[in-house]
């Protein structure tokens, strides 16, 4: 079964500063791609970055990164210069088994202090 | 572009009523419509799967004579929570499909439920 664990239910950084958001995932499938979308208290879902399971550098998107360790089943969202708009829930999803099964994980609040 | 948009944004009803809700892909062709429902500090749990002109595919758990789904057009799909109960109140979220996949859904803004 898919499966997205994210273990931090919550997190702080302090404005301008650099924060990861932890990501792994559990699938048997060889083709997945995973996502991050950030979910602010509005409450619409917004697409921050997508990683393929075969691509080989890691993703970026302006201040976002992901950190995709394959090896390890990890896809973590690192975001530069936090700033305070930042704030909001992020979620980590999978798409795999074909692009049949898409799972989100159970998200990260993520606080930016000023 | 790839705007998706959700009517109402926000909901009360009575228990026993049924209340619809639309999804309407405003500047794309969507063939295929994802309906999500979020409970307060939790993930967004797909409902079902709609695809223009057929029945939707409903995920295990999911009750199809509670949850109606109608994909209409290319660009509205609605959903109706029939003889709504409290334990329905959620925020439901849609999505849209330019090409069917998965891969690329674009997100409405959510409806938020209450039922009292």
């Known amino acids: 079964a898919q499966k997205i664990t994210q273990t931090q239910p919550g997190m702080f950084v302090q404005e301008k500063e650099a924060v990861t958001l932890d990501c792994t995932y559990d699938?048997?499938?060889?083709?997945?791609?995973l996502f991050w979308y950030k979910q602010p208290s509005s409450g619409e879902m917004i697409f921050l970055i997508y990683q393929g399971s075969y691509d080989q550098q890691n993703a970026t998107e302006g201040r976002y990164s992901l950190n995709f360790q394959k090896a390890r089943k990890s896809a973590n969202l690192v975001i530069s210069a936090s700033q305070l708009g930042d704030s909001a829930m992020y979620f980590c999803?999978?798409?795999?088994?074909?692009?049949?099964?898409?799972?989100f994980g159970p998200g990260t609040r993520l606080s930016v202090l000023p | 572009g790839a705007v998706v948009s959700q009517h109402p944004s926000r909901v009360i009803c009575k228990s026993g009523t049924s209340v619809k809700i639309e999804c309407r892909s405003l500047d794309f062709q969507a063939t295929t419509m994802f309906w999500y429902r979020q409970f307060p500090k939790q993930s967004l749990m797909l409902m079902a799967t709609?695809?223009?002109?057929?029945?939707?595919?409903?995920e295990q758990g999911v009750e199809k004579d509670k949850f109606l789904i109608n994909h209409a057009s290319l660009t509205l799909s609605t959903l109706t929570v029939t003889s709504a109960h409290p334990e329905d109140s959620s925020f439901y979220i849609c999505s849209a499909s330019l090409s069917g996949r998965k891969f690329e859904q674009y997100f409405g803004p959510g409806t938020r439920l209450t039922v009292t």
């Open positions: 709609s695809n223009e002109g057929s029945k939707a595919t409903y």
């Open positions: 699938t048997s499938d060889p083709s997945y791609g």
């Open positions: 999803a999978m798409i795999s088994n074909y692009g049949q099964n898409f799972v």
